[in-house]
């Protein structure tokens, strides 16, 4: 009963969304004609750059995770497995993209448990420095009882004990072997901080996006990042939701209600979308080519 009612939440949450949202735009066009049509396209550009390296940043980490586990695997190759794997996000259930680098990197000699070890432990520094970035923006929406815990569960998170009891735990509750990684204090916040810059990145990002369709947003690249952080982090919280679409830009459009014009808000949230999906794309297709021309591919069977 329940997974019937989960399976049925995945269609309409996201459909529910995105019909106000369009609605909204549908409605208001009128107002937001005279932004769409005198968007800066140079800045769109330099938006879409910005999501690829915030991007490509992520990856890095996950490079660095996988070095610490003494498995040498060219950053090219890496690059390529995250970029691919990444399609696994949506489709329902957040496991997908998880069990796609896993099988890819078996291609390239990087055993299960290495590569879910360096997976897991990614998500965990990402999520983490999401949250201190997204702090301020999510505490309204959280009761402060409930935020202290997470902040202080934030702290314990990257203690590296911590984390290889953690690993072990996942590999007991699902039967899967993750191998321990021996990272030192210095470590997970070298890390962390790696994943603050692509925080960063990603928020400099959306204010390109902003500053190019509402110029009076002016540069706010902190408030910006904390913006984009809190509606990804809840989509990605959002487990029923493929890619957390619908949740991510009905969270976004609320947040930025608060800061421009509110008819401008769900069409800029939808158009943020457009261009993160495009520079996934980008780095999808040179996934595939790299794959390809390592003797690999997802499509035809491998021999």
Do not use: C
Request: hydrophobic share 50%.
């Amino acid at each position: 009963m329940r997974k019937g009612f989960l399976k049925l939440l995945v269609p309409i949450v996201p459909s529910v969304i995105l019909f106000f949202l369009i609605r909204d735009i549908y409605r208001n066009w009128s107002e937001i004609r005279a932004y769409a049509v005198n968007i800066n396209y140079l800045w769109i550009f330099l938006s879409y750059l910005g999501f690829l390296i915030a991007t490509l940043i992520m990856t890095v980490n996950w490079h660095l995770l996988l070095k610490k586990l003494k498995t040498h695997i060219d950053l090219k190759a890496s690059i390529a497995i995250w970029s691919v794997s990444t399609l696994g996000k949506y489709i329902p259930g957040k496991g997908w993209q998880f069990v796609s680098i896993v099988y890819i990197s078996k291609k390239f000699g990087v055993s299960y448990s290495k590569s879910l070890s360096a997976s897991l432990m990614g998500q965990i520094f990402s999520i983490i420095s999401g949250l201190i970035v997204g702090f301020s923006v999510l505490r309204p929406y959280i009761p402060s009882p409930l935020m202290a815990v997470i902040l202080a569960a934030s702290l314990i998170f990257i203690y590296p004990d911590f984390l290889n009891r953690l690993t072990g735990f996942l590999s007991r509750l699902t039967g899967k072997q993750v191998a321990k990684i021996d990272l030192s204090l210095k470590d997970t916040l070298e890390v962390t901080s790696i994943y603050l810059t692509g925080w960063l990145f990603f928020g400099l990002s959306l204010n390109f996006l902003l500053f190019s369709i509402y110029p009076n947003w002016g540069f706010q690249i902190f408030y910006s990042a904390k913006i984009f952080v809190s509606s990804y982090l809840i989509g990605l919280f959002a487990i029923f939701v493929p890619g957390g679409i619908g949740v991510r830009e009905g969270i976004m459009a609320v947040l930025l209600a608060k800061s421009l014009p509110s008819h401008l808000a769900p069409f800029i949230a939808l158009f943020t979308r457009l261009v993160v999906t495009l520079s996934e794309i980008t780095l999808t297709f040179y996934g595939l080519y790299f794959l390809n021309k390592s003797g690999f591919s997802i499509i035809k069977k491998n021999e």
